[in-house]
């Protein structure tokens, strides 16, 4: 398993936006498939959104419409961009996926997370 990194989080206020990033802890990785999970304290971890290799996004209906999944393949970094945020999505965030190795061979990924409070 191959650790990712996560960073971007932060207290926004209802309304405002943050862009959290995804990319792999040692940079000989390469990013592919990717989503993005939360989880919000006393609640299950739940699926936000997910990018294929090739750039197609897929999003759960709650943030469709205010979040945006990218990647950017020469910074080998996968973005969460999301506005118009509320009190409940208010969770840590996290980044789990493929990635290709020096060798080819494709390994999973994941990261620890990335807190983001949405309050007034």
């Known amino acids: 398993q191959v650790q990712l990194v996560e960073s971007g989080g932060g207290l926004v206020q209802p309304g405002g936006s943050l862009r959290l990033s995804c990319a792999p802890a040692?940079?000989?990785?390469?990013?592919?498939?990717m989503a993005w999970y939360r989880q919000a304290p006393g609640m299950q971890r739940e699926w936000v959104a997910a990018?294929?290799?090739?750039?197609?996004?897929n999003y759960v209906d709650s943030v469709k419409g205010r979040f945006t999944i990218s990647r950017d393949g020469d910074k080998n970094t996968v973005y969460l961009q999301m506005n118009s945020l509320r009190p409940d999505d208010t969770a840590v965030y996290s980044c789990?996926?493929?990635?290709?190795?020096?060798?080819?061979?494709?390994?999973?990924?994941w990261g620890q997370g990335t807190e983001v409070i949405v309050s007034s």
């Open positions: 990018i294929t290799s090739t750039g197609r996004p």
């Open positions: 789990e996926g493929g990635v290709i190795g020096s060798d080819g061979a494709d390994y999973g990924a």
């Open positions: 040692v940079s000989s990785y390469s990013i592919n498939g």
